[in-house]
């Protein structure tokens, strides 16, 4: 049930300037607030609409009917979580300013969250979603600051009618691209007109206050004291965001705001937002999969506004992306804001890696067994056995081991035919000074970003979660022609023009990994077309028939 204060708040009277509007309409809703049960039970959340939070939905019930409208709709109004709740901040925040009665700031953090949801909050600060701002030393990034922008400003070469001469901001590729998933590093403007304030020079304590005075005393403000948040860096509610309190990541990701609903984050359009696209297409694979033709079908049957959600309970008729990664299940499975807690393979990198994780959640990649095991916390099976628990909610278990039988014989064949030997060959080129040290500079440091990155991660996807068109079509089929009629040719043009070039040793050392490679039985089909070699013994020269 919901505070009868709300309905008062809707018939207010138009805006009042800020300042004098706080005083004045407090009070004029007819009745106090329910006593919530939650803030009780939660500590932090109070027991009804505070007094000063009434303020603020009085006047943002003019200034932003829109917003006021959403957070009305809410769990959180019902409970008596107001406005100032979450967008309080304590005396010498570096992001608050005084705003009516109260000092609030506009960002709302994951640590602000966690006041009173602390378990999310300290799962999620654990997951990989909550690292993802992390990208600055990535290959990827490189691409959006360098290939596609420029890491410097710089001047335009001709206006459009109408509009004045600026600089070119060459980040902004990565700033509407990457960042608005991936999560910006935010900053304040600095009153000197230098350099922005971020979290690195507010070096935040285990409570989020500033540690750095000075720092502090840079940031610009205006007459009334409120700072502004540099353009550049928001709007972003990127899954890893870089907050100013220290903490790593935006619920409002997934939460949107202000309903911060459970519905919705249930829901494939919610992770699809950010898991689609050439390089990780898991929304069209969940689309294109059994799983969400059942959804698309029986969608309103799997009541997705209950409290408790649990599959085999609550709801039986498909599983979203929640049920499978976060949600609860019949076999014991709890709620969890670390998706990483259920996957057996990380598919990402070029080479898919085991999820045997260490005590920071990273994936271990230390080959000796002995130093392996001491340092793995949290196995690839123990991750495997927590997804197969929602799987058996619906499904026999001999299906499901079946099922990972095929994935996992899956991703060894690229592993093992594609990825592992176009990273020999990569390797070869660039020790032997074939390639430059520069990337993507030369056509084929683009053809093996294809291969791995797009089609090699579609594929590996695609088998991952029942999209065989993506596995194959969008993906081995891909991954194929990439390395026999690009990798492989292009390599070969290299190796003969350094040799050409007089670097005959390095050629020879580079071909001589080739080969090596395009000797192997499962390339054999491949060199056996190439006129200059004889047929394998005992083996035709011509391919199948085709039957079809
Ligand atoms: C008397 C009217 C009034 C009251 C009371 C009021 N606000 Fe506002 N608020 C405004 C107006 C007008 C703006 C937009 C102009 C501005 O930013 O100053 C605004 C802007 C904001 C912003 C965005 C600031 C930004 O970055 O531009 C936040 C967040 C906010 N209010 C939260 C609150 C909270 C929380 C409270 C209660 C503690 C509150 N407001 C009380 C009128 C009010
Ligand atoms: C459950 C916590 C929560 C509550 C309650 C809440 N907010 Fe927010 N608010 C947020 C979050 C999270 C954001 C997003 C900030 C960001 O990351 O950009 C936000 C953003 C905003 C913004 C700036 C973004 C925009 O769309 O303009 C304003 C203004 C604002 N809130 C006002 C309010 C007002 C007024 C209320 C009360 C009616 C309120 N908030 C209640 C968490 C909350
Ligand atoms: C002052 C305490 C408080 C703060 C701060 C707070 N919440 Fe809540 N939240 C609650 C309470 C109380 C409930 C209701 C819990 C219940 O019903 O068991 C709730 C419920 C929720 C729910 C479930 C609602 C539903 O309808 O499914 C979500 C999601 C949520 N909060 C997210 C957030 C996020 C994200 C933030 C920060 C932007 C936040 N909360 C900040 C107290 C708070
Ligand atoms: C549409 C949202 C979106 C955009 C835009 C985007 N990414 Fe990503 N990125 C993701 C998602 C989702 C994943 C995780 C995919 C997975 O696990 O299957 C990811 C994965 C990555 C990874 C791998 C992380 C790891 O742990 O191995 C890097 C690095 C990366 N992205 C960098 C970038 C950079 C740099 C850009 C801009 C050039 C960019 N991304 C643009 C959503 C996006
Ligand atoms: C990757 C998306 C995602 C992000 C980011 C996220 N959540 Fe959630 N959250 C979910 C999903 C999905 C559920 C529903 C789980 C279920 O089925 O009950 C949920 C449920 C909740 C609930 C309801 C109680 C529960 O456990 O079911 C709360 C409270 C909550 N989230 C708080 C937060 C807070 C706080 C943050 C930030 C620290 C956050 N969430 C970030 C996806 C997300
Ligand atoms: C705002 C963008 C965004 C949203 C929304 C989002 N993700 Fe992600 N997700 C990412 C990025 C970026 C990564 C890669 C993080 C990294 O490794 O750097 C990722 C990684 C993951 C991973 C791999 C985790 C690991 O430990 O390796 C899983 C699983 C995942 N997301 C599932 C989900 C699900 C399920 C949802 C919806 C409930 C969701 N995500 C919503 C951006 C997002
Ligand atoms: C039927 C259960 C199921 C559903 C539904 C599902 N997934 Fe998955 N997902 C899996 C399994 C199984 C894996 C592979 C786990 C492993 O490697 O052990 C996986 C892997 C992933 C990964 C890891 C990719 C990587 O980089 O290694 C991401 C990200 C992901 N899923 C996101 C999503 C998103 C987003 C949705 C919804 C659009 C979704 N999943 C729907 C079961 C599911
Ligand atoms: C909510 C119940 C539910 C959950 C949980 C679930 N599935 Fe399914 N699964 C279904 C339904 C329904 C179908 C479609 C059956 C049909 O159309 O004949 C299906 C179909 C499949 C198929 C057949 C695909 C095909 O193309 O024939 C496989 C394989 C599968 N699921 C594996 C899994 C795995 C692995 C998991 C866990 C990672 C899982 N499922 C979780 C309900 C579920």
């Known amino acids: ?114 006041r009173c949801h602390q378990r999310e909050m300290d799962e999620f600060e654990g997951s990989h979603h909550a690292k993802a701002g992390n990208i600055l030393a990535s290959l990827d990034n490189y691409i959006a600051e360098t290939v596609e922008g420029a890491r410097i400003p710089f001047n335009p070469h001709g206006t459009e009618p109408g509009s004045a001469p600026l600089m070119v901001d060459g980040l902004a590729s990565a700033q509407s691209g990457c960042q608005q998933c ?16 971020t979290v690195d020079d507010l070096k935040p304590g285990p409570d989020g206050r500033p540690g750095n005075e000075a720092a502090v005393a840079r940031i610009a403000r205006d007459a009334d004291g409120k700072p502004s948040l540099v353009e550049a860096t928001w709007p972003n509610t990127g899954i890893g965001r870089i907050n100013l309190d220290g903490s790593l990541g935006s619920c409002s990701a997934c939460h949107s705001r202000h309903e911060f609903a459970a519905r919705r984050a249930r829901q494939p359009e919610n992770c699809g937002r950010c898991h689609l696209g050439p390089d990780h297409p898991q929304k069209e694979i969940y689309e294109e999969s059994k799983h969400g033709v059942a ?38 499975g709890k709620v969890t804001h670390d998706p990483g807690e259920r996957l057996s393979w990380t598919n990402r990198p070029p080479i898919s890696l085991r999820m045997d994780t260490d005590a920071q959640h990273r994936v271990v990649t230390e080959k000796d067994p002995a130093k392996r095991k001491a340092l793995v916390v949290d196995t690839w099976q123990q991750k495997r056995e927590r997804m197969k628990a929602a799987c058996t909610s619906c499904h026999a278990p001999s299906y499901v081991d ?25 390797k070869a080129l660039k020790d032997n000074g074939i390639t430059t040290p520069v990337e993507f500079d030369e056509r084929i440091e683009w053809t093996w970003f294809y291969l791995w990155h797009h089609e090699g991660r579609r594929a590996r996807m695609g088998a991952s979660m029942n999209a065989p068109d993506y596995a194959h079509w969008h993906g081995m089929f891909e991954v194929a022609e990439d390395f026999y009629q690009k990798l492989v040719p292009e390599a070969r043009e290299l190796i003969d023009q350094a040799e050409k070039q007089g670097k005959v040793a390095q050629a020879k050392a580079a071909g001589a990994v080739l080969d090596g490679i395009l000797a192997r039985p499962e390339h054999a089909w491949y060199l056996k077309q190439r006129a200059e070699l004889a047929p394998v013994k005992g083996e035709s020269n011509r391919p199948p028939a085709r039957s079809n």
């Open 182 to 197: 991936h999560g910006a590093r935010v900053a304040l403007k600095a009153k000197d007109g230098g350099a922005p304030i």
């Open 402 to 426: 079946a099922f990972y039988k095929q994935y996992d014989d899956f991703v060894l064949l690229y592993n093992e035919k594609f990825a592992r030997p176009g990273m020999e060959i990569m």
């Open 1 to 114: 049930m919901r505070p009868l204060v709300l309905l008062a708040a809707l018939a207010l009277a138009p805006a009042t300037v800020l300042g004098a509007g706080a005083k004045a309409e407090k009070g004029s809703a007819g009745s106090k607030p329910e006593k919530g049960t939650a803030g009780s039970k939660r500590g932090a959340a109070p027991a009804g609409l505070s007094a000063l939070s009434r303020g603020c939905v009085e006047c943002h019930a003019s200034v932003t009917p829109g917003l006021v409208k959403q957070w009305q709709g809410s769990t959180h109004a019902a409970r008596g979580i107001g406005c100032l709740e979450c967008h309080r901040r304590e005396e010498g925040a570096a992001d608050g300013f005084r705003h009516g009665d109260a000092i609030v700031a506009t960002i709302v953090t994951p640590r602000d969250c966690g």
């Open 295 to 332: 959804y698309r079908d029986q969608r309103d049957q799997l009541k997705l506004d209950a409290k408790r959600w649990v599959v085999g309970e609550t709801y039986s008729a498909a599983p979203t992306c929640a049920t499978c990664h976060m949600s609860a299940n019949v076999n014991g």
